[in-house]
């Protein structure tokens, strides 16, 4: 059993930047899809961006240009660095990291203020 764990999330103007760090309890080597996730209250969870085991990625449109997703094998961490964070950003982030089964963080909260 794997676990994740978010870190970095925060309170910051429209404008700034945060770092979320997503870190893993086991080798994420086996993850062939890992992603983030964010969701407001009343809303589903929406898929932010993806990376697979070779470093493609994919991304919402709404944070092409702006967010940039990696993840770090040997330090089984996956990251998020969010920059021009707007106030529609702001949401519970979470990780997932799926092999033949998918995992779970439990979510880092991100605000942003106008």
């Known amino acids: 059993q794997v676990q994740l764990v978010e870190s970095g999330g925060g309170l910051v103007q429209a404008g700034g930047s945060l770092r979320l760090s997503c870190a893993a309890s086991g080798s994420i080597f086996t993850f062939n899809h890992m992603g983030w996730y964010r969701q407001t209250p009343g809303k589903q969870r929406e898929l932010v961006a993806s990376?697979?085991?070779?470093?493609?990625?994919n991304y919402a449109d709404s944070v092409k240009g702006r967010f940039t997703i990696s993840r770090d094998n040997a330090r089984n961490t996956m990251y998020l660095q969010m920059n021009s964070l707007k106030p529609e950003d702001t949401a519970v982030y979470y990780c997932?990291?799926?092999?033949?089964?998918?995992?779970w963080g439990q979510g880092t909260q991100v605000t942003v203020s106008s």
């Open positions: 990376i697979t085991t070779d470093g493609r990625t």
């Open positions: 997932r990291g799926q092999n033949t089964r998918q995992f």
